[in-house]
Nanobody, 119 residues
């Protein structure tokens, strides 16, 4: 059984910062790409940022220059540093990872953490 557990969401004022963390645990042989997605009310889930096992990153245009994704391969964790937050960043943020549990690669999702940007 593989689990992704997120932490770090909350309420922040516009212009503020938050750091999200996600830890993968369970029967893990190797982790390929990891990333963060978000879903605002009434909208589809969208990619925020991804990072490969070698550290290559990809960001949505809307967060480039403000958000930074990183991972610790030894600890099976991924983090998202969010700076200069805007009200339109308000959403539930989901951690995602492609994990090989020994019988093949599969997509896993965390339970989601709420980020609210409001004054």
């Amino acid at each position: 059984q593989v689990q992704l557990v997120e932490s770090g969401g909350g309420l922040v004022q516009p212009g503020g910062s938050l750091r999200l963390s996600c830890a993968a645990s369970g029967s893990i042989f190797r982790i390929s790409a990891m990333g963060w997605y978000r879903q605002a009310p009434g909208k589809q889930r969208e990619l925020v940022a991804t990072i490969t096992s070698s550290g290559s990153t990809n960001y949505a245009d809307s967060v480039k220059g403000r958000f930074s994704i990183s991972r610790d391969n030894a600890k099976n964790t991924v983090a998202l540093q969010m700076n200069s937050l805007k009200p339109e960043d308000t959403a539930v943020y989901y951690c995602n990872a492609r994990i090989d549990n020994g019988i093949g690669l599969r997509n896993y999702w965390g339970q989601g953490t709420q980020v609210t940007v409001s004054s």
